[in-house]
């Protein structure tokens, strides 16, 4: 191409477009504005939070990397998975024991990647044939065999009393030290974001858009049902696989209960509630299964949380069908309509 | 640009002794039509007469228990869909099936899968070949909705469009990585007589300024005589008449087989 700038920027308004719903109406001046919000609340979090509400936020990133994970899987695909926490559980498990070994941690990395793609595969392919509830019970029983092993192998995995880890240390800086557990949890969520939105961008996310809503039109478009549905799960194990091992040295203690049934329930919640299928409202739901239950527990009800949060699971249902994300950009569509009058009515054909 | 699709003949269709049974029940019957190429062609019939089977098994969606369907010079009776698709044979549905809570941009980018894609690792990272590869589906999908004129509509919602151009929007994602045989099923199916008669104009404009075979299922007369050239019909999974639009609506057998009664469509 001889263009190549001008055909770079049309293409990256193409993508935009492409990717619709709540970014194809943001303006640059919107994305420059959200972005000097982000670094001033960045900022103000690393500089005011307490060392315990910094570990906290940490857990949020790691949390809202896995969410995306599940995000993709079902939110994207459609694939229900009970067993999200099980993949997050195998990468914060590689942490434990790999540190323990004093295995470096490149390797430990590429242990985690290949781990979880095998994993991801493994769940992947006797789900092919299933979908719905048949399918989310086979994942169901992945999640019990890892929970029986993590509980029963005492020897390697510490049981239910579960282990300790060593906190990640490279040229100085701790995650035992919460301003380093911080940034460097806010750098993997980072990443995860990006790599997630640019998914949208992608005939990969748009394959997965198809498979989710009529695998028919999918296979008559060309598309291959199997291997997409095992990219959605391979990478939902890569992203969880990765919260998972800095999660286990951000809070320096892995066990078994942090990766059962319930857990993996509450990924879905953060999907549904944050809203299937955008960035940000995987964000939210990382924040709100992590922070709902200190917020109630600061309240003196922790049990409220259980009830409160089924309640409001319904709630946002039944309201907001795209999720808390979708409610806010329904909200943020209507605002932009008022500054801009947008040509209005039915275009008809 | 157009990578799988070398085959000089690749508009070219022809069934040779087609039968599909189910069981006991035979819903096609050594069927054999060579498509005029090129050619916008009605397939019709009264309901049970085989015309979805057919489609079904010139797609890949039924498997045929005898017969060989031919495209180009390949003989795609035992390929699977994705492999049909690659050839340039796609269908749409008597339903539209749409990413209904996404836009029809995206709902016309899924069509480009068989324009072929760089692997999902090289996807993710946006590397060149990715880059190249989603400016080349943009390129196709702003030509299919302006053929189909959907500019307007690009950035909507596809569950809050009317029916006509849902109907719009699955018919561009048949025909946005230009494909050589087109089998649409009952695209007027549901619109009103002004939609429809807009819906045959757009189809005839497309053929018209690409080279491609195109086979409709459909009940109604009007458009069929509206937009075919060339008509097959079948009855009980077998051909009873083919040839000019007008002769074979006006065929004796085939208003008996349709109709149940011997009335003069063709006037």
Sequence with gaps: MTDAPL?????????????GGATSFRTRRWRLLEAVLLLGLVTALYGGLSAYWLVIVAQVCLYTVATMGLDILFGRTGQLSLSHASFFGLGAYVAALASAHGISYGLQLAIVLLIAVLAGAIVAVPTLR??????????????????????????????SEGMTVTPLSIAGFNTGEPHVAFVVSLALALVATVVTAQLSRTQAGRRMLAVRDSELA???CGIDLPRTKIQAFILAAIYAGFAGWLYAYVVGFVAPDTFSLFPSAYFLVAVILGGAGTVLGSWLGGAYIVLAPQL????????????????????VALLMPGGLAGGISALQRRALSLQVRQPAGPNGR | MDANVNTVNAGRLELRAVSVRYGALTALE???????????????????????????????????????????????????????????????????????????????AVGCEPLGHPSVVVQLANLPAQRRAEARDALYVDEALGLLDLQEVASRRVDQLPFATRRLVEVARVL?????????????AGLDADDR?????????????RAMTVVIVEHNVEFVRLLCQHVVALDYGRVISRGDADAVLADEAVRLAYFGVSHNVAS
């Design chain 1, 7 to 19: 055909a770079d920027e049309t293409e990256a308004q193409k993508a935009e477009a492409a990717m």
């Design chain 1, 130 to 159: 299933l979908s719905g509830m048949r399918l989310a019970l086979v994942t169901l029983l992945f999640g019990q065999v890892l929970q029986w092993f993590l509980i029963t192998e005492v020897s390697i995995t510490g049981g």
């Design chain 1, 218 to 220: 999918a296979s008559a």
């Design chain 1, 296 to 315: 109630f527990a600061i309240a003196g009800q922790p049990n409220l949380f259980a009830i409160l949060g089924g309640a409001l699971l319904i709630v």
């Design chain 2, 30 to 108: 050594e069927v054999s039509i060579d498509f005029p190429t090129g050619v916008i062609c009605g397939l019709i019939g009264p309901n049970g007469a085989g015309k979805t089977t057919l489609l079904n098994a010139v797609s890949g969606f039924t498997q045929v228990s005898a017969g060989s369907i031919v495209v180009g010079d390949v003989d795609i009776a035992r390929f699977d869909i994705r492999e049909r698709v690659a050839l340039g044979v796609v269908r749409g549905f008597q339903t539209p099936r749409l990413l209904e809570q996404e836009t029809v941009r995206t709902n016309v």
């Design chain 2, 176 to 188: 946005v990585a230009r494909p050589r045989i087109v089998l649409l099923d009952e695209p007027a």
């Design chain 2, 197 to 209: 008669d807009a819906l045959a104009t757009v189809i005839r404009r497309v053929h018209d300024e």
